[in-house]
């Protein structure tokens, strides 16, 4: 017995030895940034302070608070939430659908499709913004043109602080389904085609193929898309900045977290209120993950 | 404002081999399309100097404040550098930059007097100097003399009321969908110049606070969102104007408030058939105030970092650069406006119909508040405007809702004066 505990600390104490210069990086690089910039949210950390630290001053909470009464902060937390609801459904059901047309028996060209569809993703965003600002304008646009075409109005895409928040959700997706759809491809081609063969010969139809072996055999990809692709959207940042020119407007109209922190941070060098905004957004996003982990859970039991 | 023509060049700023080697080099950050051409005007300075070396450092104007402070925080500041005017403030807070009082008195190169007053103004802060003007900028009308002479205006208004008017007659003449003025919601250098134009001070008791109710701020904003108001000018953000040079040449607008960098833009841009058409012409005044209408001091400045170990060589790169023949060159180079009147006698200069104007128009411009905070106030003035413009909120409503936020924004800068008054009587 002792000798077995013995040789468990010794096997202990060469796994701590192992982990350690991991846990030593991660300590350096991650946990103290973190310590730092969650005391750095407690001061108003400013240009002044940046000359002469004694211009820093102890808030407390102060800057939280200040956030909580700031309008704007709210704003960009609504149009981050707007974003993530119809820009994360949006994008995962578009990366779903091209992955299943790409897996499909018929479809000629999978790899050159597979390449025209990813080809977004590693496009620059820079360009791809201003491709897209030609595509909403208002009046020489493509996409008024085809709206047009059904008798649709013209919509002024970027300039109608109703439509700004819209426009950069297509974007968006249209930009990043790519991703998505190779991970959906490489977890459809992991479901062996003999159940499906079996299903076809049980007298199973596509709808019922589908809803009983892709939908649950791709459960786990499901939830590591939708998990990533939201953590990804809270964090929305470069669209709105290229789209907008680094504003988030109109109106505000297109300001995310994200885009509201850099501003503070960057723009105004409030840097102890950007660090507050940062830890707002960290909360957002963890109980955002674990309510859909539970969410998804619940569904698959 | 922001130009991005030289923004994507990259320059290897920071890694840059730093002293060490024999004959330390003067290290000069410039930003984008002035950082190229600098570097043309280097060696004849070199040759002038036996034994002085220049390194040109371009930075992309996107970057540049960020990279500023950046290297402040990172002790990485070079020994002399280009500054917008406007950032002059925020690096004098930080005490990054020399005084540069004694230099000037002791200089036979530069000579103030020879300065636009409003320009070198921008570079005084509590009586002491900071920059020297290195190449202007103000904003005035570009517009067409076509589209004008057609709607029946003849001389180009110089009062508030007339310029009003000859919008209304383009915007007739042109139908739907054609404006008399192009004025971007999402910019603070138009609002701000017609307030300034007005008489406003925009800051009140020593930049301690807002003063955007004051009756010369509130005329201007009045006049500002009654043009949108009135569908004289389309409530457009620069954002969605996706080619203005386009529009311009299609007639979409007739007049837009904007600075020297487009007289390039518009002789490049505009098509060749457009090239007699449209020339520039000073602000129009606020009736009963003195024409032309004041307009915003700005530019760019060249200042000598207190870190530098070289400062003698750095003032020897701005006396050079502030050279009357200098700064002829550097115009015919890059087309940035001299700070120095008598780089004005450049024939090419004095005769252009559309550089006199702005000639003009720089002896009438007028500082913004010269503190670090005054880009963020900026952003809030149009930030509150656009509502306003867009016709969704009230002006009275803003203007309250205006001062409160400035008021926040400089609640810092009261503590530390307060601070400042109560070290100095212990």
């Known amino acids: 017995m002792r000798r077995l505990s013995s040789w468990r600390a010794r096997e202990a104490r060469a796994g701590l030895l192992l982990v350690a210069p991991g846990l030593l990086l991660l300590a350096l690089f991650l946990a103290l940034p973190v310590v730092a910039a969650l005391l750095l949210s407690l001061t108003d950390f400013d240009l002044y302070a940046i000359g002469d630290p004694s211009a820093a001053r102890a808030v407390g909470l102060g800057n939280y608070a200040r956030l909580l009464h700031d309008p704007v902060f709210w704003k960009a937390l609504g149009n981050t939430f707007f974003f993530v609801v119809f820009g994360g459904p949006l994008t995962v059901s578009l990366s779903l659908g091209a992955a299943l047309l790409l897996n499909h028996r018929l479809v000629r060209f999978p790899g050159l499709f597979r390449t025209i569809y990813f080809a977004p993703v590693v496009t620059t965003l820079v360009a791809v913004a201003a491709v897209w600002r030609y595509l909403y304008h208002p009046r020489f646009g493509l996409l008024n043109a085809a709206l047009g075409f059904f008798g649709i109005g013209p919509v002024d895409w970027l300039g109608d602080p109703h439509w700004a928040m819209p426009a950069i959700v297509l974007m968006a997706a249209w930009k990043n389904f790519g991703a998505n759809m190779i991970i959906f491809v490489a977890g459809l081609k992991a479901i062996p085609e003999s159940l499906y063969e079996a299903a076809r010969i049980d007298g199973a139809g596509p709808i019922q193929r589908f809803r009983k072996i892709t939908v649950p055999l791709l459960a786990p990809t499901f939830l590591f898309v939708g998990l990533t692709t939201t953590i990804g959207y809270f964090q929305l940042f470069a669209e709105p900045y290229v789209l907008s020119g680094g504003e988030g407007g109109p109106m505000n109209a297109t300001l995310s977290v994200a885009l509201f922190m850099y501003k503070q941070g960057f723009r105004w060098w409030s840097i102890g209120s950007a660090a507050s905004i940062a830890f707002v957004l960290f909360a957002v996003i963890l109980a955002a993950t674990l309510l859909q982990r539970r969410l998804q859970k619940g569904g698959e039991a | ?426």
């Open chain 2, 1 to 426: 404002m922001r130009r991005f023509a030289a923004g994507l060049l990259l320059a290897a700023a920071t890694a840059c081999a730093r002293g060490g080697e024999r004959g330390e080099a003067v290290r000069l950050w410039a930003f984008g399309r002035e950082g190229e051409v600098v570097r043309e005007l280097v060696p004849e300075l070199e040759k002038r100097h036996p034994g002085l070396r220049v390194e040109v450092q371009q930075i992309p104007w996107t970057a540049a404040h960020e990279k500023l402070l950046t290297a402040y925080v990172g002790r990485e500041l070079p020994d002399v550098a280009q500054m917008g005017n406007t950032w002059i403030p925020e690096m004098t807070a930080l005490d990054a930059i020399e005084p540069l009082d004694a230099r000037v008195a002791a200089s036979a190169a530069v000579q103030p007097g020879d300065y636009f007053p409003g320009i070198w103004e921008t570079n005084v802060l509590d009586g002491t100097l900071y920059g020297v003007p290195w190449y202007v900028d103000t904003r005035l009308v570009f517009y067409r003399t076509d589209l004008l002479a057609a709607a029946g205006v003849r001389d180009f208004p110089k009062s508030w009321s007339a310029w009003r008017a000859a919008m209304e007659a383009v915007a007739r003449r042109g139908g739907p969908g054609r404006f008399g003025l192009l004025l971007p919601t999402n910019e603070w250098a138009q609002p701000v110049a017609l307030a300034v134009a007005a008489g406003a001070e925009l800051l009140s008791d020593g930049a301690r606070h807002g003063a955007f109710r004051a009756p010369e701020f509130r005329r201007a904003a009045e006049f500002f969102v009654g043009l949108y108001r009135d569908g004289l000018a389309p409530p457009l953000a620069n954002t969605q104007v996706a080619n203005l040079y386009q529009q311009m040449a299609a007639g979409d607008f007739a007049m837009y408030v904007t600075g020297p960098w487009n007289l390039g833009e518009f002789r490049r841009r505009l098509p060749a058939s457009l090239q007699g058409s449209w020339t520039t012409a000073p602000l129009p005044a606020p009736d009963g105030m003195p024409w032309p209408g004041v307009s915003l001091a700005g530019g760019s400045s060249l200042v000598v970092f207190r870190s530098s170990s070289r400062k003698d060589d750095a003032w020897k790169v701005v006396e050079f650069l502030s050279e009357p023949a200098t700064q002829k060159r550097f115009w015919q180079l890059c087309g940035d406006l001299p700070a120095r009147r008598s780089a004005w006698d450049e024939p090419a200069l004095a005769t252009d119909a559309r550089t006199a104007p702005f000639r003009l128009q720089l002896e009438h411009v007028r500082a913004t508040p010269k503190v670090p905070e005054w880009e963020q106030i900026a952003a809030k003035v149009w930030e509150r405007l656009e509502p306003v413009a867009r016709g969704t909120r009230d002006l009275d409503a803003v203007l309250t809702a205006l001062d409160a936020d400035v008021d926040a924004i400089l609640a810092k800068r009261r503590w530390l004066l307060e601070r400042k008054a109560a070290e100095g009587k212990p």
